[in-house]
C-alpha cells in the first residue's frame, strides 16, 4: 500500500495563476481531508469528505475548491492564487470519523509570488 | 483566536533524559486531546490521545498529562531517543469525532 500520495512535492506559482493539488490514497477510506499550515502555526482544515460525491468546507475555505468523484481521489483546486495561500498542504483519509485515525500525505509545499 | 497554544518553539534535551512538551488550550468545550508527531518532510502521525475523564494517559516511553482545570496538558518521553527528534503539534477536539484545532507544534531535538 502506498496510503496517501500528494503530488506535486513543490511548486512556485505567480499571483492570480490555478491549480490542482492531487491527493489519492488507496486504503479505501471514505474520509478525507486537506489541511493547509502556515509558518509557525497549526494545521488548520480546509474542505474535507465523507465519501464520494459529498464534501463540505473546514475552518478556511474560502479561495480553494474541491471534488471528490471517486473514493482514491480528492483533488483541492486554487483559483486565482495569491501571497496568503502560501503554505504546506495536507492531505490526510481515515476509515473512521475519529481524531487520531487520520493517514496523512507527505505534503506540499506551495509558495506564490 | 488561537485556542491551543505550544508556547516553546523549541526543545532540546539530552538522550536518556525526560522530554516534556507543553500545551494549553482556551475552549472549555473541548473535550478529547491529541499529540501528533511530524518528521520532516512527511506527514503528522498520531501518538497518543487522552479524554477529558482521565489526567493521565501512556503508552511505553510517551505519557499525556491533562489538567483540565488548567487547561494544560502535557507530553512525557522518557527516556528520549534521537530518533523521538520531531515536531509536536498537540491538537483538542470537541469530541472524538469532531473537528480538531491544532497548536503551532515544537520542534524537539534529541542530543547524542
Known amino acids: 500500500n502506498a496510503g496517501v500520495t500528494q503530488t506535486p512535492k513543490f511548486r512556485i506559482l505567480k499571483i492570480g495563476q490555478s491549480m490542482t493539488l492531487q491527493c489519492t490514497q488507496d486504503?479505501?477510506?471514505?474520509?478525507m481531508y486537506w489541511y493547509r499550515q502556515d509558518p509557525g502555526m497549526g494545521l488548520k482544515l480546509i474542505y474535507y469528505s465523507v465519501g464520494a460525491g459529498i464534501t463540505d468546507k473546514g475552518e478556511v475555505p474560502n479561495g480553494y475548491n474541491v471534488s471528490r468523484s471517486t473514493t482514491e481521489d480528492f483533488p483541492l483546486r486554487l483559483e486565482l492564487a495569491a501571497p496568503s495561500q502560501t503554505s504546506v498542504y495536507f492531505c490526510a483519509s481515515s476509515y473512521l470519523v475519529l481524531a487520531g485515525k487520520e493517514f496523512f500525505g507527505p505534503g506540499t509545499r506551495l509558495t506564490v509570488l | 483566536d488561537q485556542q491551543v497554544k505550544q508556547n516553546s518553539p523549541s526543545l532540546s534535551v539530552q538522550e536518556g533524559r525526560i522530554s516534556i512538551l507543553n500545551c494549553d488550550y482556551t475552549n472549555s468545550m473541548f473535550d478529547y486531546f491529541l499529540w501528533y508527531k511530524k518528521y520532516p518532510a512527511e506527514g503528522p502521525t498520531f501518538l497518543i490521545s487522552i479524554s477529558s475523564i482521565k489526567d493521565k494517559n501512556e503508552d511505553g516511553r510517551f505519557t499525556v498529562f491533562l489538567n483540565k482545570s488548567a487547561k494544560h496538558l502535557s507530553l512525557h518521553i522518557v527516556p528520549s531517543q534521537p530518533g523521538d527528534s520531531a515536531v509536536y503539534f498537540c491538537a483538542a477536539s470537541e469530541t472524538s469525532g469532531s473537528r480538531l484545532t491544532f497548536g503551532e507544534g515544537t520542534q524537539l531535538t534529541v542530543n547524542p
Open positions: 486504503m479505501n477510506h471514505n474520509y
